[in-house]
């Protein structure tokens, strides 16, 4: 058993930054070293992207080519937390954006949070 919780999203105008925060607890995140973690957004009308995600050491990192240079994804496997800095939003950034976790001996993520939603003014 195990539970993500997103937070840190909001409304913001073009150009500032917002950090999200994914919060992994319960059984299943004891080791939390052991799973990659994958943040996702879904805009109305459109479907699941995948913005970035991190290795259980943190060591290896993706971005997607949209956001790169914007967002950072980092991880303290002290707090069992992953987070996404956002910095010079645009209004295509509006979303609700999820994490998902990934043990490492799958292809699969097993675990999704509820979302956060992030609105970005123009």
């Known amino acids: 058993q195990g539970q993500l919780i997103e937070s840190g999203g909001g409304l913001v105008q073009a150009g500032g930054s917002l950090r999200l925060s994914c919060a992994a607890s319960g059984r299943s995140f004891i080791s939390f070293i052991n799973y990659a973690v994958g943040w996702f957004r879904e805009a109305p009308g459109s479907g699941r992207e995948s913005v970035a995600a991190?290795?259980?050491?943190?060591?290896?990192?993706y971005v997607a080519d949209s956001v790169e240079g914007r967002f950072t994804i980092s991880r303290d496997n002290a707090k069992n937390t992953v987070y996404l800095q956002m910095n010079s939003l645009q209004p295509e950034d509006t979303a609700v954006y999820y994490c998902?976790?990934?043990?490492?001996?799958?292809?699969?993520?097993?675990?999704w949070g509820q979302g956060t939603r992030v609105n970005v003014s123009s």
């Open positions: 991190i290795d259980g050491s943190g060591r290896g990192k």
């Open positions: 998902a976790a990934q043990h490492r001996s799958t292809h699969e993520y097993n675990f």
